[in-house]
């Protein structure tokens, strides 16, 4: 079975320029999870979503920070404008419907704002 | 608010060696908790989980945790490194449900030969 899928792996950009961040989770999952990993902060949810829907966003650091679940196999983590303290590790995930579910990680996105 | 502490940073321990790793958690209700591990230039791995039930769970890759309530902890245990052990190590509670994870800041595992 394939996992979560994150794209790209890799990301380096100026200061200011639009950052999207894409992930697909594992099919049949209806909860979706971003994350971010820094040295400073550790790992820190942003948002989460149940069947596509905003269910919390109080990790989400500021306004330059928005999610989007189309359908249930595709998210966005837009960053815009970006900005250099963005730099970090983006990791999504995903789980299950039986409660009890663990959440499932992609590889993450290393993103880096110069 | 709920929050774990894992008081190692980094831990060296000999292949072959056993391992115990240490995990406080702060929740006011049952907790739901977790290990994940996490290797380089990846993403987390779940080790084990504990809902309710023996307190001892066995996980993946020979790991096993014991949950303890009056100590507010969960460690991970292993009877025997390998070397193939070594990377970061995440401890987890479950607020709200299982559904919003607070993790630890990590612990490091180096495995000497």
């Known amino acids: 079975d394939a996992g979560v899928i994150q794209s790209p792996r890799h990301e380096v950009t100026e200061m200011g320029q639009e950052v999207t961040l894409r992930c697909k989770p594992i099919s049949g999952h209806n909860s979706l999870f971003w994350y971010r990993q820094t040295m400073m902060r550790g790992l820190e949810l942003l948002i989460y979503?149940?069947?596509?829907?905003?269910?919390?966003d109080s990790g989400m650091p500021e306004d330059r920070f928005s999610a989007k679940m189309p359908n249930a196999s595709f998210s966005t983590l837009k960053i815009q404008p970006s900005e250099p303290r963005d730099s970090a590790v983006y990791f999504c995930?995903?789980?299950?419907?039986?409660?009890?579910?663990?959440?499932?990680f992609g590889d993450g996105t290393r993103l880096s704002i110069l | 608010a709920q929050s774990v502490t894992q008081p190692d940073i980094h831990i060296t321990v000999s292949e072959g060696a056993s391992l115990e790793l240490r995990c406080n958690y702060s929740?006011?209700?049952?907790?739901?908790l977790f290990w994940y591990v996490q290797s380089p230039g990846q993403g987390l791995q779940l080790l084990l989980k504990?809902?309710?039930?023996?307190?001892l769970v066995q996980g993946i890759k020979g790991f096993e945790a014991e949950f303890k309530r009056s100590q507010s902890s969960f460690n991970l245990r292993k009877p025997s490194v390998h070397w193939s052990d070594a990377a970061e190590y995440f401890c987890?509670?479950?607020?709200?449900?299982?559904?919003?994870?607070?993790f630890g800041t990590g612990t490091r595992l180096l495995v000497s030969p």
């Open positions: 929740y006011g209700a049952t907790p739901y």
């Open positions: 504990y809902f309710s039930g023996d307190t």
């Open positions: 987890a509670v479950g607020a709200g449900g299982f559904q919003k994870l607070v």
């Open positions: 995930a995903s789980s299950g419907t039986v409660s009890n579910q663990p959440q499932h």
């Open positions: 979503f149940n069947n596509n829907v905003p269910i919390d």
